[in-house]
């Protein structure tokens, strides 16, 4: 039986990877390692895109500290209300002023219509990486792990990320870490399974360093 489609739950994470193993048999080391691989559902729409880029460029503790404060603003996971939020109040709790242009950019396209999330869900991987790149301050970054951990896509794999960067050159036991245009090259070779690849090597991180190399 194929893999669910979805990268939902252990069992479906476990599926892909038997399937990738039998693509990449060097992947089989990795996961003897890390033992269950564990999905990561995050909200959808504007509360997980903007927990999103409230990681970006930042160490796993303390996105987690400023989005502990930032959740505690009243509005502020909800598009209309955000739009209504004086700036210094996002600012204080430890966003900058780029993360908020871009949280309330991708505010005023919900509330104008030019972002929507459940039509976002139908396109295929690129298709919906472009289109949520098309926005003011989403990257490709932002967009693959939005994909990947709110809408649960089964064939992302954030080749920018430099925690995967590093697992893959040691888990692969490459002489030097990966450049992004390699590793979205490598990436392609698991394809149609990329974020369950994408899932072992950041869990394969965290168990190799003591440290997550992604929000939890």
């Known amino acids: 039986m194929p893999p669910s489609p ?5 069992d479906s994470i476990a599926a892909h990877l038997d399937v990738l193993v039998g693509i990449d048999p060097r992947l089989a080391a990795i996961r003897a390692v890390t033992g269950d691989v564990y999905p990561r559902i995050d909200a959808a729409g504007f509360v997980g895109i903007s927990r999103i880029v409230c990681g970006q460029l930042l160490s ?5 500290a400023i989005w502990a404060r930032y959740i505690k603003i009243e509005g502020a996971l909800d598009p209309e209300s955000f739009l209504k939020l004086d700036e ?3 600012r204080a709790v430890g966003f900058s002023g780029g993360k908020y242009r871009t949280v309330r ?6 509330a104008s219509g030019t972002l929507d999330f459940d039509h976002l869900e139908t396109l295929p991987a690129d298709a919906a990486v472009g289109y949520l790149t098309a926005h003011k301050g989403i990257g490709p970054w932002t967009a693959q792990v939005y994909l990947m951990f709110c809408a649960g ?3 992302i794999f954030p080749a920018g990320d430099l925690a995967l960067r590093k697992a893959v050159q040691d888990g692969l036991g490459l002489d030097r870490l990966p450049e992004i245009s390699e590793l979205a ?3 392609r070779n698991w394809a149609p399974h990329r974020s369950a690849a994408a899932l072992l090597f950041w869990r394969y991180y965290a168990v190799r360093r003591n440290r997550e190399g992604v929000l939890s």
């Open 6 to 10: 979805r990268i939902d739950s252990v």
């Open 60 to 64: 796993v503790a303390s996105a987690a």
């Open 88 to 90: 210094a109040a996002i």
């Open 105 to 110: 950019a991708i505010a005023e396209a919900m």
């Open 153 to 155: 896509h089964p064939d």
């Open 185 to 187: 090259n490598l990436a």
